[in-house]
């Protein structure tokens, strides 16, 4: 009875803590989509186009631009979607389907369209020199993850996938580190390289043990 008990608690705190995990991550992500739907009003009174009016008057790097941030929004909701355990539990064809799209729009749009603007990002030499980490990162995790599901290794697909993932959300807290370090007074330039950098680094680090603590796991499956 006690150890029944204790599995009982211990499943409903992993549930918890994936909740405490997911709803957020879920919010601040449709937050980030949401806002980025006025764009398409094709209007050049938003403060990220006015300064850098000089770019949007080159055909490429404004079409770069829609593409990207339109790319951009489709990741993010279909990685929701590829996350999703009831989706890859009950609604396989759905995984299937939202995961083509999005290896379809990173390999073709978002991260083609990125490593293009990255040459014209804000900031130092090392700050563009992300942008194109970035891109490049997020191309090579993507296709790592679609040829391991081809070869059937869903453990390697898995874990390429959170990497292309990682990436993805950037964009995500990026704008939360910049909320937070707003709130506290920094400087506009300080603010934005300092976000940049924690947000790349730090969703690196965090898949990266989260994938570390999942081969345990995995490992210990096997165990005798």
Not at 128 to 141: D, G, N
Not at 179 to 184: D, T
Not at 190 to 218: A, H, P
Request: proline share 1%.
């Amino acid at each position: 009875m006690h150890n029944s008990r204790l599995i009982t608690f211990q499943r409903s705190a992993k549930v918890f803590s994936q909740m405490l995990f997911w709803i957020p991550v879920t919010a601040f992500s449709l937050l980030l989509v949401y806002n980025t739907l006025p764009y398409f009003s094709f209007s050049k009174d938003f403060s990220f186009i006015q300064e850098r009016s000089f770019l949007f008057q080159n055909d490429l790097y404004n079409a770069s631009f829609y593409i990207h941030i339109s790319a951009g929004a489709i990741c993010i909701v279909t990685a929701l979607i590829q996350f999703s355990r009831f989706v890859l539990k009950k609604v396989t064809a759905l995984h299937r389907w939202s995961g083509k799209l999005y290896v379809f729009v990173v390999l073709t749009l978002g991260a083609p369209t990125g490593l293009y603007m990255s040459f014209f990002a804000k900031g130092s030499f090392w700050e563009r020199s992300l942008f194109m980490f970035m891109a490049i990162f997020w191309f090579i995790t993507t296709f790592y993850g679609l040829t391991t599901i081809h070869k059937k290794n869903i453990l390697a697909h898995k874990i390429w996938m959170m990497r292309s993932y990682a990436m993805a959300m950037t964009a995500v807290t990026f704008r939360v580190y910049h909320i937070l370090f707003y709130v506290l007074g920094w400087g506009h330039l300080e603010n934005y390289e300092v976000s940049l950098w924690i947000s790349v680094i730090g969703n690196m680090l965090f898949t990266e043990y989260l994938i570390y603590r999942k081969s345990r796991s995995y490992l210990r499956s096997f165990a005798v």
